[in-house]
């Protein structure tokens, strides 16, 4: 840890049952036409209907953006930045996944300090102006992006994500409404859940964790690891949903501040070439990860295996490391997650390009900050390992 830490948060934060009907207060505050960016899954369920009818009630204007069908792109951006500007919006409202999150992030960033989203790559532009007011309202448990100052936008010509970190990327409003995420499918829940946990879990073994981010995470580790399950098989039940939102949140916070590792270093290049949604492709990953990271991170990791069996007092740091990772295993087999060759990637294809994902994780900057630093030989290896893994459980404890 640096001899002082750093730690950012969106300025106002409504979370619980119902927080939805505050965003028409919430953006009358802000401005007075907003721009919906969402997509049709969303439109359909009539959440954007609701949003822009929670709007006109105190007198705020709104236009729609439906154009997010995929992980967030350049060309989205392009989009929805055009139709901003020609209706003169003066606030942003994401509703969505993190792709809508993510998108609005960065037309929020753009309206004011202008040029191309890459531009803000590893800070070679400064957001230096303010950004248009975004409101973010997840509709899924698992980004956290509502209450990160991160965006990942691919770019299309070069089939790189594009991880961009800037303190204006923060949302200025985060509405954080369980019963949105009530209509999320298994799939999805699947996904989106063990993306959080991932989230929590990166940013307590990361080498930029902090007291701050430690008891964010272990606190949203101890959420999901106790309701995932509950909301993936019975998605009705709102305290199960209550809990992973929260979680979700917390690990978000947590991991904006103190950075997320190797999962999500190498989960971009599989979501940027073979277009794997990103919660999937971090839990394709994060079994084989740990299993890589351990032997530098035991005593963070038996944290993480007490939380799966709290009520086992005589485990070791090495066998509650290892329950960790066997328990991480357990839920990737529970949730039907598949491995990269499951999913359905092509053996040929992800040999011509593994060089270049290894080559493109690193230079994400996220597995610099893992417990165990990989070589780019060892980040191939880790490639292959993955592509065929299997989510069989070692018996570790009696």
Not at 29 to 45: C, E, N, P, Q, Y
Not at 194 to 207: G, P, T, V
Not at 224 to 250: H, P
Request: proline share 5%; aromatic share 6%; net charge negative.
């Amino acid at each position: 840890m640096e001899n002082f830490a750093v730690f950012r948060t969106p300025k106002t934060i409504l979370y619980g049952r119902n927080a939805f009907e505050n965003v028409g207060t919430e953006a009358l505050r802000k401005g007075k036409k907003a721009l919906i960016v969402s997509d049709k899954i969303m439109d359909s369920l009539g959440f954007v209907s609701k949003c822009r009818n929670l709007l006109q009630e105190q007198g705020v204007q709104s236009e729609v953006y439906l154009g997010i069908a995929s992980e967030p792109t350049d060309q989205y951006v392009s989009e929805s930045l055009e139709l901003l500007q020609k209706e003169q919006c003066d606030i942003v409202i994401s509703l969505g996944g993190g792709s809508c999150i993510d998108t609005a992030k960065a037309i929020a960033v753009l309206a004011t300090n202008g040029g191309y989203i890459g531009d803000y790559m590893r800070e070679r532009k400064i957001a230096s102006n303010p950004p248009v007011p975004h409101i973010s309202i997840p509709t899924t448990a698992g980004t956290g992006s509502e209450a990160t100052d991160a965006t990942i936008i691919t770019n299309t010509m070069t089939d790189v994500k594009m991880m961009i970190k800037q303190p204006a990327f923060m949302p200025e409003v985060a509405i954080v409404d369980p019963l949105l995420t009530i209509s999320s499918p298994k799939n999805v829940t699947a996904a989106t859940g063990i993306d959080a946990l991932s989230h929590a879990i990166e940013a307590y073994l990361s080498r930029k964790s902090h007291p701050m981010t430690d008891t964010l995470a272990l606190s949203a580790m101890k959420l999901i690891v106790e309701n995932i399950l509950t909301a993936f098989m019975n998605g009705e039940n709102e305290d199960a949903r209550e809990a992973m939102a929260l979680g979700s949140l917390q690990a978000g916070m947590a991991f904006s501040n103190s950075s997320v590792c190797l999962v999500h270093g190498m989960s971009r290049p599989i979501g940027a070439i073979f277009h794997v949604p990103h919660g999937i492709s971090n839990a394709m990953l994060l079994p084989a990860v740990l299993e890589f990271s351990k032997e530098a991170c035991v005593e963070r990791l038996a944290d993480l295996g007490r939380i799966f069996e709290p009520n086992n007092e005589s485990l070791s740091n090495q066998e509650a490391a290892n329950i960790a990772v066997n328990s991480i295993k357990a839920l990737c087999v529970k949730m039907d997650i598949p491995n990269l060759k499951g999913w359905g990637i092509d053996s040929a294809a992800f040999e011509n390009v593994v060089a270049k994902m290894a080559v493109d994780a690193v230079e994400s900057g996220s597995p610099g900050n893992n417990p165990k630093i990989p070589t780019h030989d060892e980040l191939v290896e880790l490639y292959h390992v993955c592509y065929n893994y299997q989510f069989s459980i070692e018996e570790t404890v009696n």
